[in-house]
């Protein structure tokens, strides 16, 4: 069913319940499985619809004594957030009718959402609602050319594209000075030297100096805010002579 909303955003179907009693079960539900509409029409005789997001309705009817409705397969989708910090991951696609369902975060920026589906093809992706228009669209950050598509098979296989991940998209960059006190310490003829994630931990790459002789060498990196930076202090340029970190 195809619904089109006035501009009120006020649509009102009804039906007679009274003939359906008898004849089987039906439910009207939304495009995408009763998630958000599922109105059992032997019981009711309208609903009223004011979200016109939902375009496409659906009459869900297993006649008595006939056989049972279209076998539905459950199919987790799931988009990784690889440090980004998104804080309202949507999921949409042909399944919905291309409209909006939130997603779940389990708190380590892994979003879910489980829709129970027909067997066929189904295009889809997820937004980061942002207050945007539309939102920002994951899946060309995690490098789709074009839309996911997830393929249910007739027997309940799901093969295809059930998720993804969308890599740290960066940010501002802010200036980290790195200090080692090394005043109660031989230096080394090499130098002291810093070794980490920022220079792909080599040891000889990012020698460290001290200006004024106190004892204390420096090394200074640009960084990107929100991300994190692993490294060892050596007093040498060669792994074997990097600091000893306690467990």
């Known amino acids: 069913i195809q619904i089109a909303f006035p501009p009120s955003n006020l649509v009102t179907l009804q ?36 979200n016109p997001a939902f375009t496409t309705l659906k009459i869900k009817a297993t006649p008595s004594g006939e056989s049972p409705p279209t076998e539905e397969t459950p199919v987790t989708f ?12 949507e999921l949409k696609g042909a399944m919905t009718d291309w409209a909006n369902v939130d997603m779940n975060n389990d708190g380590t920026g892994t979003w879910t959402l489980t ?13 980061e609602n942002d207050g945007s228009e539309w939102g920002i669209w994951l899946p060309s950050l995690a490098g789709f050319d074009t839309n996911p598509t997830v393929v249910v098979g007739p027997d309940g296989s799901v093969s295809g594209d ?15 000075t790195f200090n080692v006190d090394m005043s109660d310490d031989d230096i080394s003829e090499d130098g002291v030297h810093i070794a980490g994630t920022m220079n792909n931990w080599d040891p000889a790459a990012s020698p460290m100096s001290d200006e004024d002789g106190d004892g204390v060498y420096t090394a200074s990196f640009s960084l990107i805010v929100g991300s ?20």
Not at 228 to 247: D, I, M, Q
Request: net charge negative.
């Open 228 to 247: 994190t930076a692993e490294y060892k202090f050596l007093n040498g340029n060669a792994w074997g002579t990097e600091e000893s970190v306690p467990e």
């Open 162 to 176: 059930t998720g993804f991940t969308v890599p740290f998209q960066g940010g501002d960059e802010v200036m980290v």
């Open 15 to 50: 039906w007679n319940s009274d003939f359906l009693v008898g004849l089987g079960t039906f439910f009207l539900q939304d495009a995408f499985g009763g998630m958000m509409i599922n109105v059992d029409m032997t019981q009711e005789s309208s609903v009223d619809l004011t």
């Open 115 to 127: 829709l129970e589906l027909e067997s066929g093809s189904y295009e889809w992706g997820a937004i």
């Open 78 to 89: 799931t988009v990784i957030d690889d440090g980004n910090g998104y804080e309202d991951v």
